[in-house]
């Protein structure tokens, strides 16, 4: 079968990009507070129109509404799928095209793209939209946990408890995004938190006090004092980072590296690269963060890589080799 499927996407890459697809379903997240508004709907119909593709753009006002959209459109047979926004919402969007053959395009319209520089797709919207017409066809891997997927990661402790705090405030204070989060900090700093967990993976078991666990969709590459980007997404593994009990300074640095997606040297953590692993605390739920979004979810913690569940729309192999 995994012959099958080579055959089937080496097939897909040789294909003239037209004769793949007509049709894309576009979900924006019109509701980022970035100026996602009927103006950027005009500009994206005018740009899929230029490149050959006919376009029906949606500015989703929600999550809900996103993976709605995306729903309906693998239901009704849309040749391709793309997704403008940041992170979360690539998320919102690929939940629903995982596991399947839909082409999934990118759009990288938030302020981190991690997901969209990780492949080298270009960040200018002209270029991106380009590389949906012109682009071949990479399976990639997906995280999962309790069900729900991730693209880049998933994490527990800190960084979940911050980001809870900072959106409470926003809503209820309305205080500005950093301002938030910097109260939030030093909220989540006063609580001096640390989480007991237990680690099973197929190699070995793990329990540990940490206030920080990081789990990435593939191996992060570590780069001086932050973990960077990665150099594939088709490994079919999950890198493990269990933050080592620090001290209160040593906490305060893990709560702004973590915020600012910056985390610490290597030696500061439990490193694990694995295919799936459960994680077991003293909680019946737990927050978990996955790409960004927080929720509640059950525990045990099932974690597991979906080798090649996603078929994404990257720039040809030429353009990337100039881009990495």
């Not at 109260?183 to 938190?193: F, S």
């Not at 793990?206 to 969709?217: L, W």
């Not at 590296?257 to 490193?271: I, K, M, P, T």
Request: charge should be neutral; aromatic fraction near 6%; charged fraction near 25%.
């Amino acid at each position: 079968m995994r012959v099958a499927d080579d055959l089937h996407d080496r097939d897909l890459e040789l294909a003239e990009p037209k004769a793949r697809w007509r049709t894309v379903q576009v979900i924006v997240n019109g509701s980022a507070g970035q100026g996602h508004d009927d103006e950027v709907k005009r500009k994206l119909l005018d740009l899929f129109t230029r490149h050959g593709l006919q376009a029906e753009v949606t500015l989703a006002g929600s999550g809900e509404e996103m993976i709605a959209t995306a729903r309906r459109a693998r239901e009704e047979g849309t040749d391709a799928v793309v997704a403008g926004g940041g992170d979360g919402t690539i998320n919102a969007v690929a939940s629903q095209l995982a596991g399947t053959r839909i082409p999934f395009g990118v759009l990288p319209l938030g302020t981190l793209n991690h997901f969209a520089k990780d492949l080298g797709i270009p960040l200018d919207l002209e270029q991106a939209v380009r590389t949906v017409a012109e682009g071949r066809l990479k399976a990639v891997d997906v995280g999962e946990v309790n069900g729900r997927i991730f693209l880049n990661n998933s994490s527990l402790g800190l960084y979940p408890d911050i980001v809870r705090d900072r959106e409470m405030q926003q809503r209820r204070l309305g205080r500005g995004k950093w301002v938030a989060a910097a109260w939030a900090t030093v909220a989540a700093l006063r609580r001096y938190p640390f989480l007991a967990v237990r680690v099973k993976t197929e190699q070995t078991e793990k329990v540990r006090m940490t206030p920080f666990v990081f789990i990435g969709n593939n191996e992060y590459s570590m780069e001086g004092l932050s973990i960077g980007m990665r150099n594939t997404l088709d490994d079919g593994q999950l890198s493990l980072y269990i933050a080592q009990r620090p001290g209160r300074l040593g906490l305060l640095r893990f709560a702004l590296r973590a915020l600012f997606g910056r985390l610490a040297q290597a030696r500061d953590f439990d490193v694990l690269l694995v295919e799936n692993m459960e994680i077991e605390t003293q909680h019946a739920r737990l927050r978990v963060a996955t790409d960004g979004e927080v929720c509640w979810m059950e525990t045990p913690l099932r974690y597991r890589a979906r080798k090649g569940a996603l078929t994404v729309i990257v720039p040809p192999a030429s353009e990337r080799a100039t881009q990495a």
